[in-house]
């Protein structure tokens, strides 16, 4: 089993910072594809940014210049630098992981998310 645990939530002004972590700790042989999922009240989750195990990275146009997504293989832990918030960045931000167990055993996990809220 594999968990993914996300941090450094809060509350913040409209132009101010947050550094999002998420770590994932378990039976991890090896990490591939991890990202970062915002998801707003009344509406669906949508994807933010996405990382590859090699480093490559996409982000929603919405979010393109303000927030950086990166990972640290060695501590199996993903990030999200978030710059110049916006109130309509308010959402609970949920990390997420496709893992590879010792035996090869690919599966999809999600962490149970932090709160951002963003004030004008």
């Known amino acids: 089993q594999v968990q993914l645990v996300e941090s450094g939530g809060g509350l913040v002004q409209a132009g101010g910072s947050l550094r999002l972590s998420c770590a994932a700790s378990?039976?991890?042989?090896?990490?591939?594809?991890m990202g970062w999922y915002r998801q707003a009240p009344g509406k669906p989750r949508d994807e933010v940014a996405l990382i590859t195990s090699g480093g490559s990275t996409n982000y929603a146009d919405s979010v393109k210049g303000r927030f950086t997504i990166s990972r640290d293989n060695a501590k199996n832990t993903l990030y999200l630098q978030m710059n110049s918030l916006k109130p309509e960045d308010t959402a609970v931000y949920y990390c997420?992981?496709?893992?590879?167990?010792?035996?090869?055993?690919?599966?999809?996990?999600w962490g149970k998310g932090t709160l951002v809220t963003v004030s004008s």
């Open positions: 997420n992981a496709e893992v590879m167990s010792p035996t090869y055993y690919r599966m999809n996990y």
């Open positions: 378990g039976n991890i042989f090896r990490i591939n594809d």
